[in-house]
């Protein structure tokens, strides 16, 4: 059931913060993308150059990109597992302050309004109505929902497309997905396909049958920068 606008948010206008379409980016990570990163997903720097256009691409055309980003610390249930078992529990990775918690240089965000976990959305909303920026919401588990701003946040945008592309398609891509279809339906959301990866590629038809089933659309970079 599709959640109504959240109490008290900002109505906002044509030209300052309202949007109807956003770029959507996964968890682009140092620990993630690098071959030397504390998480590696395999195959993932062979997507650089495609994130790299889609990220100059909004950048150039003004369209706005809303990113998460891990932001761990010790106590998290995600790195509890002793050992990980790589499905729900994983090693330490993109620990808060550390070099691989960084994003990559080819999708630096502009002006990033950066949402903790632990904000009063309330807060975040106030802010969000005079920033003109990207957004990154920091999130201590897969799921980017589980930062309690994020409806809210897209709520108050208007938010009536995303373009999602990022690490890991089978874990933090499948959250955001997942979430935004169940939260948001009537949000139309596109899946850039050779701008994923997956931490098991052998997953990644099967996630993009089911999706599709549910209305998301796939498409190659090329095609996403064309028809936006």
């Known amino acids: 059931m599709r959640q109504g606008r959240a109490s008290g948010a900002p109505q906002p206008t044509p030209g300052a913060s309202a949007v109807t379409h956003v770029f959507w980016d ?3 990570q140092v620990d993630f993308i690098e071959p030397d990163g504390k998480l590696y997903v395999q195959g993932a720097e062979t997507i650089r150059a495609n994130l790299a256009r889609l990220t100059t691409f909004a950048r150039e055309q003004g369209i706005r990109i809303v990113g998460s980003s891990d932001c761990h610390v010790p106590e998290d ?3 509890s ?3 990980p078992d790589f499905q729900n529990t994983f090693p330490p990775h993109c620990m808060r302050g550390s070099a691989g918690q960084a994003r990559i240089f080819e999708t630096t965000l502009h002006d990033a309004l950066i949402v903790e976990p632990d904000a009063d959305p309330a807060d975040v909303l106030a802010r969000i109505w005079n920033h ?3 957004i990154l919401f920091h999130k ?3 799921d980017v929902f589980t930062n309690p701003s994020v409806t809210p946040v897209i709520e108050a945008l208007q938010v009536t497309e995303v373009t999602l592309y990022g690490v890991a398609l089978d874990v933090c891509n ?3 997905v997942e979430g935004l279809l169940q939260r948001h ?4 959301v596109r899946v850039v396909a050779d701008a994923v990866r997956a931490i ?5 038809e099967a996630l993009f049958d089911d999706w599709r089933a549910k209305g998301v659309t796939t498409v190659a970079t090329e095609d996403a920068i064309r028809r936006t």
Do not use: M
């Open 140 to 142: 201590r588990f897969f």
């Open 132 to 134: 003109g920026g990207d």
């Open 200 to 204: 098991n590629e052998g997953h990644r």
């Open 185 to 188: 339906p009537s949000i139309a």
């Open 174 to 176: 499948r959250y955001a």
């Open 77 to 79: 249930e995600e790195l």
């Open 26 to 28: 996964v968890d682009t």
């Open 81 to 83: 597992g002793d050992p």
